[in-house]
């Protein structure tokens, strides 16, 4: 089994405490070697400017390959579209265009006047400017706005469609999911790479809320093994163990990427990278 491809996840920070995370999580995962990174939005795209400023600081003082997480919410397309254009005047060349969440206070996604209606609109959109690898959003699990799994897979191939070059999924916690939703989009016909989304388990009453929000199914298994495991103060252990197995699962049944959302918590993605052999480091040359 040779070492994956690997990626992060990374969110800008919203004080100065949120700053020395980042950067550490930075720092700490950068000598990994990734495939690229990524930096989101906020909820409703509350932090365009800050995920710019981290894009850019990224990018250029780490020498990462940085995609920008980019929206179609709160902006008219000549806004997101200038936004992009920002990216490419600094060197960032690739784009996760998703439709991107509801603004605050509302409870489903409506868009802006003048904006972009969804995310194929959006895609096209770079697609036709040239100056982008565009990866967008899959959802293993039904998307909490999906009438059904199939609908899933119908709109990731309307994105492939208008230009995608590749989809990252929602985390899941185990393989099979994946695997079921890998052979749906194969026999949609979608031949874009599909890189799984892996989530370190850093805290379990949280992640499993958020799986609560996002939909994303929570094996019975799973919630007995983290309440045990807290009880007896394991509970680093098994997430470290639980993590790396399902990603060795992912590497047996032939994917050769895995895109980690870190959290700004970069301790437990380190060592599960270290427990799949992927140690290599490299020579960070900041630029001042």
Same mark, same amino acid.
């Given at each position: 089994?040779?070492?994956?491809?690997?990626?992060?996840?990374?969110?800008?920070?919203?004080?100065?405490?949120?700053?020395?995370?980042?950067?550490?999580?930075?720092?700490?995962?950068?000598?990994?070697?990734?495939?690229?990174?990524?930096?989101?939005?906020?909820?409703?795209?509350?932090?365009?400017?800050?995920?710019?400023?981290?894009?850019?600081?990224?990018?250029?003082?780490?020498?990462?390959?940085?995609?920008?997480?980019?929206?179609?919410?709160?902006?008219?397309?000549?806004?997101?579209?200038?936004?992009?254009?920002?990216?490419?005047?600094?060197?960032?060349?690739?784009?996760?265009?998703?439709?991107?969440?509801?603004?605050?206070?509302?409870?489903?996604?409506?868009?802006?006047?003048?904006?972009?209606?969804?995310?194929?609109?959006?895609?096209?959109?770079?697609?036709?400017?040239?100056?982008?690898?565009?990866?967008?959003?899959?959802?293993?699990?039904?998307?909490?706005?999906?009438?059904?799994?199939?609908?899933?897979?119908?709109?990731?191939?309307?994105?492939?469609?208008?230009?995608?070059?590749?989809?990252?999924?929602?985390?899941?916690? &185990? +393989?099979? =999911?994946?695997?079921?939703?890998? /052979? !749906?989009? @194969?026999?949609?016909? *979608?031949?874009?790479?599909?890189?799984?989304?892996?989530?370190?388990?850093?805290?379990?009453?949280?992640?499993?809320?958020?799986?609560?929000?996002?939909?994303?199914?929570?094996?019975?298994?799973?919630? &007995? +093994?983290? =309440?045990?495991?807290?009880?007896? /103060? !394991?509970? @680093?252990?098994?997430? *470290?163990?639980?993590?790396?197995?399902?990603?060795?699962?992912?590497?047996?049944?032939?994917?050769?990427?895995?895109?980690?959302?870190?959290?700004?918590?970069?301790?437990?993605?380190?060592?599960?990278?270290? +427990?799949?052999?992927?140690?290599?480091?490299?020579?960070?040359?900041?630029?001042?």
């Amino acid at each position: 089994m040779t070492s994956p491809r690997i990626s992060f996840e990374f969110f800008p920070p919203k004080s100065l405490d949120g700053s020395f995370r980042l950067w550490d999580t930075v720092n700490t995962l950068a000598p990994l070697d990734p495939n690229f990174v990524s930096v989101t939005y906020g909820a409703g795209g509350t932090t365009r400017k800050l995920t710019h400023e981290a894009v850019e600081t990224i990018h250029k003082h780490y020498g990462l390959n940085v995609a920008a997480h980019l929206t179609c919410v709160d902006a008219t397309r000549a806004e997101t579209l200038a936004i992009a254009e920002s990216y490419a005047d600094v060197g960032v060349t690739e784009i996760v265009a998703l439709r991107g969440d509801a603004p605050k206070g509302q409870d489903r996604f409506s868009a802006s006047p003048d904006g972009f209606a969804d995310a194929p609109a959006l895609i096209e959109a770079l697609a036709k400017t040239g100056k982008f690898k565009i990866r967008v959003g899959a959802y293993p699990d039904r998307h909490p706005n999906a009438g059904s799994a199939q609908a899933d897979v119908d709109w990731l191939k309307r994105k492939i469609d208008a230009g995608a070059d590749s989809a990252i999924t929602q985390f899941f916690f &185990e +393989a099979e =999911t994946f695997f079921r939703f890998r /052979d !749906r989009c @194969d026999k949609a016909g *979608i031949t874009a790479p599909i890189i799984p989304g892996i989530l370190p388990i850093e805290n379990w009453h949280g992640v499993k809320n958020f799986a609560a929000r996002c939909r994303a199914g929570v094996p019975d298994w799973l919630d &007995e +093994a983290f =309440t045990a495991a807290l009880r007896d /103060d !394991r509970h @680093d252990l098994l997430a *470290i163990a639980i993590c790396t197995e399902l990603c060795s699962d992912l590497l047996e049944g032939g994917v050769e990427d895995l895109h980690f959302y870190t959290l700004n918590k970069p301790e437990l993605t380190r060592e599960v990278a270290h +427990a799949l052999g992927i140690t290599r480091a490299v020579t960070l040359e900041q630029v001042a």
